[in-house]
């Protein structure tokens, strides 16, 4: 069973960096893409950044520049660094497994909050 696990949320003023991380069990994390997606308030949840499985890493046009997806394999641990947050990065921010049959498995869940 996969079950990813986030952590790293919080509060953070403008300007402010947080690193998420999200952590899962099981064998198939090296050889899955990985993704990071944000529920803002009254909004739809949109990707921010994936992660092949080979370490090619994509970017919603918002975030590029600022935000840094990353994997380790040997501690089945994804990451998001987030960099020079901004009040509208608030949201729930979810990391997603796509393993190579195509099953998806969500994280809980971690409350990022930008504010002054």
Do not use: H
Request: net charge positive; with cysteine; proline share 3%.
């Amino acid at each position: 069973q996969v079950q990813p696990v986030e952590s790293g949320g919080g509060l953070v003023q403008p300007g402010g960096s947080l690193r998420l991380s999200c952590a899962a069990s099981g064998s198939i994390f090296s050889s899955s893409a990985m993704g990071w997606y944000r529920r803002g308030p009254g909004k739809q949840r949109d990707l921010v950044a994936r992660i092949s499985r080979s370490g090619t890493a994509n970017y919603a046009p918002s975030v590029e520049g600022r935000f840094t997806v990353s994997r380790d394999n040997a501690k089945n641990t994804l990451y998001l660094q987030m960099n020079s947050l901004k009040v509208e990065d608030t949201g729930v921010y979810y990391c997603t497994i796509t393993t190579l049959s195509g099953i998806d498995y969500w994280g809980q869940g971690n409350q990022v909050t930008v504010s002054s």
